[in-house]
């Protein structure tokens, strides 16, 4: 009997202690994290062993002691059961034998593993993928997460795939990569979620615009920002001021873990626009603004980014009564208003129209009177006093 023989009966004979056959599927738990290897309890009496590697994702690790996760042993060395959670090249041997090969696939397949292939080239619905000398296809939309409109860019790229559909003859071995990137994705998630907190603030990207909001890439989780919160001033649409793949600065207003909903806030680490205008405005000051809304009562309007004032319908029109302020302005319309009155606490602001043709009247007919006054004045100073008319009157008797 050779040594390599001998060495073979003994990890045999080692796997039939630990009472697990090799090849076999099992459902294993963390026990320890080394430097190259995660050590795993497999329910039996020999310790399992997989390469730390294969449970890292971009050079972070994504188990913790005391996580399961599906394994399928492989080979048992020096009473350990060494372990997989794919077939790559360290755990499937290539073969010039087809049936070989279709036999290690199937394994994969009916153990859920995940096997390294080479994209060679694309075809009509999707590309050509190399496993190790068995051709497999993977369609265009099992590719990546998002939609592929570049096909070429995968040609010549190895990736995991997880087989989905295999058929004895090898004539139809149908694999995806989408499945495993949404899988790293969601463990992403997950992870990410455990350091969000409200009031936090983060760098983030936009990553697509709506009527109502903007969606923000914040790393591994993706919020939602509600056109309402984007400005101080009031927005038809985000587009008004933000672009799809703009960097911005947001605060996580409110966190739904149940529906993994974040909702952020760009206007809450904007300035008050209040506090400036409070300290600067004073009773009298004249301003065009824009009406923003109309109610029965009066109009409302934006006479600064995120200030509204109300025209009360009796300070619309000089000397005139109105009975709906819609026969005097629109939303839209530009109008110029006086302030009447601001009241900081409940962030209130009183506005009257200013009416040029009122105002220049009251002006001329102000003008008038002043200087019918001063002719009336320089009429009594020429006359002299009433002593100096009686002494005239007197003097002109004798």
Known sequence: MTEENFEDLLNESFAAEAGVAMGQKVTATVVSIGAEYIFLDLGTRSEGMVVREELELNGELTVKVGDSLEVVTSVSKDGAIMCATRLGQSSMERSDDTAAMMAQLRDAFEAGLTVEGKVKETNKGGFNVDIFGVRAFCPISQIDLAYCDKPDEHVGHTYEFLITRLESDARNVVVSRRALLQKAADVAKEKAWETLQVGQVMDGIVSSLKPYGAFVKLGDVEGLLHVSEISHSRLKHPEEILATGQPVRV??????????????????????PWDEFAATTASGSIFNGTVAKIADFGAFVEIADGIQGLVHVSQMKTGAHVSNPRTVVSVGQQVEVRVLEIDPQSRRVSLAMVDREAEAEQENADAFRATQSQKASSSASSMGTFGDLLGKSLGGRK
């Open 251 to 272: 605060q996580i207003k409110d966190l739904d873990s149940e529906k993994k909903k974040v909702s952020l806030s760009l206007k809450s680490l904007l300035a008050d």
